[in-house]
């Protein structure tokens, strides 16, 4: 057997030693013997390779020649068979440990493994114990953790298959785990390219948490080689940089429904998070229900629900919860606040999404939280609309208030009171129902004069008992006649009937005008965003339209950024117009045919399956990296949505990234510059 280790590490000296130091460093090898309970018999062998080797280096001649052949590339020394242990063990005591455990377990497997009971198969079992401790302790020096992890697990397979030194191979188990929050935190940071090791990490990291009984800890033992909680939580933070916001949504919502309170905290701030980031307001109504599941000791929810509420539009509940918060600090900052409510609301809500909110996910970046550019983003625009509609069942108010007040001509104040807290829980009823998830637009749709009526039906079949309970009393206390009687409730049920129909229409109008009335100040904001939004797209729209053709194709020695950006703004209309279904007469004008044929085969296949895409991309930013007489190369922030559509017009699938950066590049070929070749990130 050839071992890496040549005469002067296997004796610990440098090669500068002189023979005085050499005979010293040789006895003190055969004093410090590993009392690890090995045979004397590989000890003997163990002691006669030192002396070998202090043989050598101590003549001159025989020195001369072995370091002649080391400068010429030779390396190891060849051990006869009966003295590989002993040459093994020298080996692990040089510190060469990784080596002497994988050798020693390739020893011990067939067609070479020894005797079974033999002194030879003890021995390299102690030493591959031994050695398999010492080599995961230096790769975690080395911060390799995972490495070291997986150093352990084959020892502790093999002390189990060999049967022996069972407190040898608890002992590794021990380390084992110890190491794992080193090793998740090990696999989770490496790079992205590798997956493998990716979700090996987030698996490993989901079962250490639930074994510890979620983040609390609650099936702590209160071992030596736990992980205590305040180091767990340190921990814990850090493994969340490497975590996207939704593989935590789903880590969190995993652990809550395992028992764990805190996930559940977490899973809500994560929704938070994630709708804000991506646009999607029903991810912040989803993270609203989630915190009032929560049953939480001392946490006060009340800001929390305010700020939810605030991003969703309801301005009017979210001071509501401000003003029920029992935080006696909060309350005096929002009194003094030198401004108006809503802005207290707003500033507040927009520190609580930097600071607590938005950091500790890998794919989101905080720079600044803008709020006007939530209110005025059109899906969230459109959220809100659909939950006001879903409010639109509120119609049957003016019903109800038309009988309310012609019933308190009749009767007594008391009767009119109980009638209208029944009206009023009946309706608190209808907006506790109104918080759900909203109602989509075709669901709204369906809403015809033919299930109004039938609603209307039933409100006046159920107001139709105290109605004629309040007419019987009345009989009895003026003495009208039971035909007067009959006459006034069939009275009451017209104008009943007549009011709501009324109602129904002026809403009917409304909706079809697409002008719902909005609640809050903030929705007035919305309306002022939105009309100026449509009024900035139409006068875009009108200039793109002048200017169509105008630098394209692009001739200039030396474009300027504005000129590229029109180049890449006709790259994307037209490639999304044939994704779409349509065709471009400008594509051939700014890209290489090699980009149109992957544009057109990309058409082809969608049309195959029947579908086509709807693509949305806006040029927020656009900026040159390099640029010379035949080469450009820009990096653009581009706000990119699309759906995937089937022809009849269902939709398979949506994608809406806030922020996506594409590299371009473009290269002139005869005069004119034409796009290369582009990468994109998220």
């Given amino acids: 057997m050839e071992?890496?280790?040549?005469?002067?590490?296997?004796?610990?000296?440098?090669?500068?030693?002189?023979?005085?130091?050499?005979?010293?460093?040789?006895?003190?090898?055969?004093n410090r013997t590993p009392d690890k309970g090995f045979t004397p018999e590989v000890m003997a062998q163990r002691s006669e390779l030192l002396?070998?080797?202090?043989?050598?280096?101590?003549?001159?001649?025989?020195?001369?020649?072995?370091?002649?052949?080391?400068?010429?590339?030779?390396?190891?020394?060849?051990?006869?068979?009966?003295?590989?242990?002993?040459?093994?063990?020298?080996?692990?005591?040089?510190?060469?440990?990784?080596?002497?455990?994988?050798?020693?377990?390739?020893?011990?497997?067939?067609?070479?493994?020894?005797?079974?009971?033999?002194g030879r198969e003890s021995d390299l079992t102690l030493l591959a114990a031994l050695a398999c401790k010492d080599a995961a302790l230096y790769e975690q020096e080395q911060r390799r953790y995972s490495s070291a992890a997986e150093i352990l697990e084959e020892g502790i397979h093999l002390l189990q298959r060999m049967g022996k030194l069972s407190d040898h191979r608890q002992n590794l188990e021990k380390e084992l785990e110890a190491l794992l929050p080193y090793r998740i935190l090990d696999l989770l940071s490496r790079d992205l390219s590798d997956q493998k090791s990716h979700q090996d990490g987030l698996n490993m990291l989901d079962g250490f948490v639930l074994n510890r009984g979620g983040l609390e800890g609650n099936k702590l033992s209160h071992s030596n080689i736990e992980l205590k909680q305040a180091d767990?939580?340190?921990?814990?933070?850090?493994?969340?940089?490497?975590?996207?916001?939704?593989?935590?949504?789903?880590?969190?919502?995993?652990?809550?429904?395992?028992?764990?309170?805190?996930?559940?905290?977490?899973?809500?701030?994560?929704?938070?998070?994630?709708?804000?980031?991506?646009?999607?307001?029903?991810?912040?109504?989803?993270?609203?229900?989630?915190?009032?599941?929560?049953?939480?000791?001392?946490?006060?929810?009340?800001?929390?629900?305010?700020?939810?509420?605030?991003?969703?539009?309801?301005?009017?509940?979210?001071?509501?919860?401000?003003?029920?918060?029992?935080?006696?600090?909060?309350k005096e900052w929002l009194e003094t606040y030198p401004g108006e409510k809503l802005a207290a609301l707003c500033d507040y809500t927009r520190n609580w999404l930097v600071r607590d909110v938005l950091p500790g996910f890998r794919d989101i970046e905080v720079d600044v939280v803008d709020l006007e550019a939530w209110f005025a983003d059109r899906d969230v625009?459109?959220?809100?609309?659909?939950?006001?509609?879903?409010?639109?069942?509120?119609?049957?108010?003016?019903?109800?208030?038309?009988?309310?007040?012609?019933?308190?001509e009749n009767s007594d104040s008391q009767e009119s009171m109980r009638e209208e807290e029944d009206v009023d829980n009946y309706f608190s009823k209808l907006d506790e129902d109104s918080t759900e998830e909203p109602v989509e637009d075709d669901n709204f749709r369906e809403l015809s004069f033919d299930s109004v009526l039938t609603d209307f039906q039933n409100l006046i079949s159920n107001a139709r008992i105290p109605l004629l309970n309040f007419?019987?009393?009345?009989?009895?206390?003026?003495?009208?006649?039971?035909?007067?009687?009959?006459?006034?409730?069939?009275?009451?049920?017209?104008?009943?009937?007549?009011?709501?129909?009324?109602?129904?229409?002026?809403?009917?109008?409304?909706?079809?005008?697409?002008?719902?009335?909005?609640?809050?100040?903030?929705?007035?904001?919305?309306?002022?965003?939105?009309?100026?939004?449509?009024?900035?797209?139409?006068?875009?729209?009108?200039?793109?339209?002048?200017?169509?053709?105008?630098?394209?194709?692009?001739?200039?020695?030396?474009?300027?950024?504005?000129?590229?950006?029109?180049?890449?703004?006709?790259?994307?209309?037209?490639?999304?117009?044939?994704?779409?279904?349509?065709?471009?007469?400008?594509?051939?004008?700014?890209?290489r045919t090699s980009l149109i044929k992957i544009v057109n085969q990309q058409r082809e296949k969608d049309k195959s399956l029947g579908d086509k895409q709807i693509i949305n991309a806006d040029i927020q930013s656009l900026k040159i990296i390099s640029q010379t007489k035949k080469r450009i190369e820009v990096n653009a922030k581009i706000l990119y949505k699309d759906k995937r559509i089937k022809e009849s017009g269902d939709v398979i699938s949506e994608t809406n990234i806030p922020s996506l950066t594409v590299k371009y590049i473009l290269g002139r070929k005869k005069d004119k510059w034409e796009l290369v070749n582009f990468s994109s990130r998220s």
């Avoid at 296997?10 to 006895?27: A, I, M």
């Avoid at 020298?90 to 005797?115: D, G, H, M, T, V």
């Avoid at 809100?384 to 019903?399: D, N, Q, T």
Wanted: glycine residues 6%; hydrophobic residues 40%; aromatic residues 8%.
């Fill in 3 to 30: 071992l890496p280790i040549d005469h002067f590490r296997l004796l610990g000296v440098s090669p500068s030693s002189d023979t005085e130091e050499v005979l010293r460093f040789f006895q003190l090898r055969l």
């Fill in 232 to 330: 767990f939580e340190i921990f814990f933070q850090q493994i969340r940089q490497f975590l996207t916001v939704q593989e935590q949504i789903d880590l969190f919502s995993h652990w809550y429904k395992n028992g764990s309170q805190d996930a559940g905290f977490l899973h809500a701030l994560s929704l938070v998070a994630s709708g804000f980031c991506r646009r999607k307001p029903e991810a912040l109504q989803k993270a609203r229900r989630q915190i009032n599941k929560l049953n939480l000791q001392g946490f006060d929810a009340m800001p929390l629900l305010g700020c939810i509420d605030l991003l969703l539009a309801d301005i009017e509940q979210a001071e509501e919860f401000f003003r029920n918060s029992p935080d006696k600090d909060l």
């Fill in 471 to 591: 007419s019987d009393r009345a009989s009895e206390q003026i003495g009208v006649t039971r035909n007067t009687l009959l006459l006034g409730s069939l009275v009451f049920v017209g104008l009943f009937f007549s009011g709501g129909i009324i109602a129904w229409l002026s809403i009917r109008n409304q909706l079809q005008n697409d002008n719902p009335v909005k609640p809050s100040l903030v929705q007035e904001k919305l309306d002022k965003a939105k009309s100026k939004d449509t009024t900035n797209t139409k006068s875009d729209s009108s200039l793109a339209a002048s200017n169509k053709n105008q630098d394209i194709p692009l001739m200039l020695e030396s474009p300027s950024l504005g000129q590229i950006q029109k180049l890449i703004e006709v790259w994307l209309q037209g490639k999304a117009d044939i994704l779409s279904g349509g065709s471009s007469l400008e594509l051939n004008k700014v890209a």
């Fill in 51 to 118: 002396r070998r080797s202090a043989d050598l280096l101590c003549d001159k001649k025989l020195r001369e020649q072995y370091e002649v052949a080391l400068t010429s590339g030779a390396s190891g020394l060849d051990f006869s068979s009966n003295r590989e242990v002993a040459g093994l063990i020298l080996l692990w005591e040089a510190n060469i440990s990784s080596e002497a455990f994988y050798l020693a377990r390739k020893a011990l497997q067939p067609p070479q493994a020894p005797a079974l009971g033999s």
């Fill in 381 to 408: 625009q459109s959220f809100v609309e659909k939950v006001e509609r879903r409010s639109a069942l509120g119609i049957a108010r003016a019903g109800f208030s038309l009988i309310s007040g012609l019933s308190s």
